[in-house]
């Protein structure tokens, strides 16, 4: 398993500007989310999917959209970049068995897209 | 609503000494509880969650928390620190409902000495 990948690694963008940062994961979990860390905030949930066509929003939603075509597949757009979205962003995903209990728990991050808007 | 408070920005160490990070949090229910460790320029890896049941969990790397439900406390600990421990933490909740969506602290930096 390649687990969490996020393209690019690293981004710069002019504002006004808009682009598409990719996330997949190829373990089949249903849960996908996004996050944005700031420093001195921790991370901030912008949007997350519960499964393929279901999407909603997080606590910081504005200026970015999401789809979820597929399980394995969660991309983040910004339409049109602001500096205020300069930041790192991170990509997870969760496969969670309630009934199964704590060990059916499992998450993963990806290693990050780190954006700079100007 | 859900919020984390981790008071501690920064805290340093001397390699060997005990640790530990402190966590609270605030939620109408007991939530599931997670601990993150990030190195720099890297993403998260979860050291260890609580979701019910003993209240003194053990995680990776030699870590463990207690949760105290009277103190809606959290805090992680180690007994004795190693110089690659230096990284930030953070300390996250999620709803029992919807373990997906995670609300983190701010997260602390710890420092390890020689």
């Known amino acids: 398993n390649a687990g969490v990948t996020q393209t690019p690694k690293f981004q710069v963008l002019k504002t006004g500007q808009s682009m598409t940062l990719q996330c997949a994961q190829d373990?089949?979990?249903?849960?996908m989310s996004w996050y944005r860390q700031d420093p001195g905030m921790g991370l901030r949930l912008i949007h997350y999917s519960v499964g393929a066509g279901i999407t909603d929003q997080g606590e910081v939603p504005n200026g970015y959209n999401v789809s979820r075509s597929t399980t394995e597949d969660f991309p983040l757009r910004l339409l049109s970049a602001a500096p205020s979205q300069t930041s790192v962003y991170f990509c997870?995903?969760?496969?969670?068995?309630?009934?199964?209990?704590?060990?059916?728990?499992?998450?993963?991050f990806g290693p990050g897209t780190r954006l700079t808007v100007t | 609503a859900q919020s984390v408070t981790q008071p501690d920005i920064h805290i340093t160490v001397s390699e060997g000494a005990s640790l530990e990070l402190r966590c609270n949090y605030s939620y109408g229910a007991t939530p599931y509880l997670f601990w993150y460790v990030q190195s720099p320029g890297q993403g998260l890896q979860l050291l260890l969650k609580?979701?019910?049941?003993?209240?003194l969990v053990q995680g990776i790397k030699g870590f463990e928390a207690e949760f105290k439900r009277s103190q809606s406390s959290f805090n992680l600990r180690k007994p004795s620190v190693h110089w690659s421990d230096a990284a930030e933490y953070f300390c996250?909740?999620?709803?029992?409902?919807?373990?997906?969506?995670?609300?983190f602290g701010t997260g602390t930096r710890l420092t390890v000495i020689p």
């Open positions: 609580y979701f019910s049941g003993d209240t």
């Open positions: 996250a909740v999620g709803a029992p409902t919807g373990a997906n969506n995670l609300f």
């Open positions: 373990m089949n979990h249903e849960y």
């Open positions: 997870a995903s969760i496969s969670f068995a309630p009934r199964a209990g704590i060990n059916s728990y499992e998450q993963y």
